[in-house]
């Protein structure tokens, strides 16, 4: 009731606001009931927390926070959120379980990971997928000098893509003769990035290294070792030469194109079709406390999704992105990547328009089948040590994804008439199996076991 009471003297206050200024009756009129309508529109829940405060890390991939916040999503829900960028995942995972932050963006595996028993355990809930896609792997000049000449090129000269890792296969073979150990970077041993360069070298047969209770650097055996690097100073970091290569969401993967220092040769895109990227979380018991918070946050956001797929959204969405206070990337950067094209060599700039995905294809939902992924690779790399019946998969993941508060919000949303009924998928919350790999293997979630033991690299379970 505070919170309509809130809209509703805003709304006067800018009317009268409006009558000061002397401004034509008809303009003032049409401002006036449009504010109204959108007062009336939203069905304001019953507020436990509206003071919030948000992290997350400079990645194109944050923006339904920004744009919930710059859009007025929040306020129509009666939150007042700070969002505040942090230093690095930890930092992330670390201030949010301590109650420092209420929510962040987050890596997907960062929950998950907080429930099965690999780092810092604690109580972690996702209602909210924040986007499909959106990151690359991007090498070094140097070394995408040697690996071109293992490339396939097509009849205008340029590479064939999806770029495979067998053409990073010599280059490292080469180091491995010269002595030099061949070094890449990720932003964490529980992100995306991490499973997804190592999906893709271990696809052509490149151990990327296991991990054991006693080893957590995860680099027994492996023939590229993979180490952490905070998303902004990849660049700088590959500049330098202290890595190789690395995998990171935009925007800097274009940066290094923008920077003549490397060349992005793969994107997840390519290594699984429409993958889930980062997820906003919260502590279990936050949620358990402010239900009706935890709803309207959510509510905010999936209109910020369904805002940036929009036509014609994204070159607005790059400005509030290119704001210090955001990723605080040059625009042309952010441009490359969030206006439905990728730059890979300088001037091989290619059409991708779903590099970044936040509202199609049910970005937003929560599947369980996108989590038990996350879980089958910390198994398959030995984050998780120990072998776990199928059903520990299903059980573990229905603790930490939360489709049911998604649920909640997108009814409200429909009600409202901002979404589509049709826009809530009817679901187990399981997608179908398939085989959008770059490497062709089926993925079913229903099967961990089996598609763990589908792998040549990796640990096997009975």
Known sequence: MKSVLKKSAWALSVSLLLFSCGGKDSKKKAITEEIAENVSKTKTLDIEKPQLTFGFIKLTDMAPLAIAKEKGFFEDEGLFVS???????????????????????????????????????????????????????????????????????????????PIKADALKPVIAEYKNNGNAFKMGMVFPVSTHNYEIRYWLAAAGIHPGMYTAENVQGQIDAEVLLSVTPPPQMPATLEAGTIYGYCVGEPWNQQAVFKGIGVPVVTNYDIWKNNPEKVFVMTKKFVEENPNTAIAV???????????????????????????????????????????????????????????????????????????WFLTQMRRWGQIPEAKPADWYAETIKDIYRPDIWKKAASLLVEEGYIPASDIPQTDGYKPVTTDFIDGTSYDAKDPIGYINSFKIGNKDK
Do not use: C
């Open 298 to 372: 959510t509510k905010a956001l999936i209109r910020a999704g369904k805002w940036l797929d929009e036509p014609g959204n994204r070159a607005e969405a790059v400005k509030i992105l290119s704001m210090p206070q955001y990723v605080g990337a040059d625009e042309v950067v952010l441009a490359n990547s969030m206006t439905g094209t990728f730059e890979f060599e300088k001037g091989d700039k290619r059409e991708m328009p779903d590099f970044n995905v936040f509202y199609k294809y049910n970005a937003t939902y929560p599947f369980f089948s996108d989590g038990i």
């Open 83 to 161: 969002v505040e960028a942090q230093s690095n995942w930890k930092n992330v995972l670390d201030r949010v379980i301590d109650g420092q932050l209420d929510g962040s963006h987050m890596l997907a595996g960062q929950p998950i990971a907080a429930g099965a028993g690999f780092g810092r355990q604690a109580e972690l809930v996702t209602a909210f997928s924040m986007d499909l896609n959106g990151n690359g792997i991007t090498v070094s000049n140097d070394v995408w000098s040697k690996m071109k000449a293992n490339v396939p090129m097509g009849e205008d000269g340029k590479p064939i893509h």
